[in-house]
């Protein structure tokens, strides 16, 4: 029996997506000494039936938890950290949605990382950010607010964070965390304030980030349905919960808190982009009056100029294209090609109406992929307007 690692997998109504995952993973979780936990609150017997039918397989580190009972997919997270789903007592602790699986890399490096006694171990893929140049990338944090300004967007995907229970997720915590941040069925971001919180009450914090850099490394599979449930109510989970969350953390966090919450909120498929600003308008979540709501503090949250948005609002289309070359030309003319990158991905609409703007996307993926690899990039140089950019890509 291993006692090291607790892997609570999340699930609801995805049978088939958690017999996909354990296929793909279990074996190496069995190898390493991994204990899994399916935590299940499903409306049929078909995710307990499969974990039955596995477990006379012989696989003695497979459990079935009965979840029933909680009231959201965030309070079955919370419940995780608080460990009501095992059945004996672990290192360390580590809460995944059910469409989340590893390479043997990554899993292996879990196992070896557990035995060095760190108060969080996250796993990352940094491409998920937004931002053009990444910060100095480190393996080993032992100060709190350096962390949280490098990682604390990312803390927010539940594949990411592994716990120990001893110095973070202990009954003290836990009991304070719930009194002092009000953590309820409802509250979004548990895995971010204890992750925070957490750090800030240690006197000499330990935490390693592993870095998936590898394809395969850390995926999530989008098979048999699975998949985020958050898009119809974005506005509220992304500005109301996450600003909310952010800025209650201790104050050693505070001059990151800002940055930190625009790097989540900035991406493109949140509020980043016209083209994931027009996939809220299609679904009714962006609308003229939800807008006006948050219309002062859209710097704060978006990349995306607001005017680019009440035109988005008012099917301005012609006159949006027209600010965009704009400013693309604008920033390619005065040499500020981050600002220029920015311009192009978000909006990649424009390929449907202009097929030479694929061409300028490619090459601001190439540029963003060089500052990724060498942390600068000399290939727009010689590039002076949104025309240079296309002869670039011939």
């Not at 809460?95 to 990382?113: G, H, M, N, V």
């Not at 931002?131 to 995907?157: C, M, R, W």
């Not at 229970?165 to 915590?173: G, R």
């Amino acid at each position: 029996m291993n006692d090291a690692v607790a892997i609570a997998v999340l699930t609801h109504n995805h049978a088939e997506t958690v017999d996909y995952i354990l296929d793909k993973n279990l074996e190496l979780y069995k190898k390493y000494g991994m204990d899994i936990y399916v935590c299940d609150d499903s409306d049929d017997d078909q995710t307990k039936n499969l974990i039955e039918k596995i477990n006379s397989q012989g696989y003695e580190n497979l459990y079935y938890a009965d979840a029933h009972g909680v009231e959201t997919g965030n309070e079955k997270y919370y419940e995780a950290l608080k460990q009501t789903y095992f059945r004996k007592q672990y290192k360390y602790t580590f809460p995944i949605k059910d469409r989340a699986s590893f390479s043997e890399r990554i899993i292996e490096l879990i196992a070896k990382e557990v035995e060095n006694d760190y108060d969080v171990i996250m796993v990352v893929n940094d491409f998920e950010r937004w931002e053009v140049k990444l910060p100095p990338i480190q393996d080993v944090y032992t100060d709190p607010a350096l962390f949280f300004s490098h990682y604390g967007q990312l803390t927010t995907n539940w594949r990411s964070m592994i716990f120990s229970n001893e110095t973070i997720l202990n009954s003290e915590n836990m009991n304070e965390f719930e009194e002092r941040y009000g953590i309820t069925p409802e509250y979004s971001f548990a895995q971010t304030t204890v992750t925070f919180a957490g750090l800030a009450k240690l006197s000499n914090p330990k935490i390693r980030v592993i870095h998936a850099t590898y394809e395969g490394d850390a995926d999530e599979t989008v098979k048999y349905g699975a998949g985020s449930g958050w898009l119809n109510k974005a506005f509220k989970l992304w500005v109301d919960d996450w600003t909310k969350a952010i800025f209650s953390l201790p104050e050693v966090y505070n001059q990151y808190k800002a940055s930190v919450l625009k790097a989540e909120t900035n991406l493109n498929v949140l509020f980043g982009s016209i083209d994931g600003l027009l996939a809220h308008k299609g679904r009714g979540v962006l609308t003229k009056e939800v807008l006006d709501k948050y219309r002062s503090i859209w710097p704060m949250i978006s990349g995306v100029p607001i005017e680019w948005v009440d035109l988005l609002l008012n099917n301005q289309f012609e006159d949006l294209l027209f600010k965009v070359y704009e400013k693309i030309n604008y920033c390619l003319q005065t040499k500020n090609y981050d600002e220029a990158y920015y311009a192009v991905v978000q909006n990649k609409w424009i390929e449907e109406v202009n097929e030479a703007y694929k061409k300028a996307s490619y090459v601001m993926f190439l540029y963003k992929l060089d500052c990724y690899s060498h942390g600068q990039s000399d290939r727009l140089n010689n590039v002076n307007g949104f025309n240079d950019l296309i002869c670039l890509a011939d």
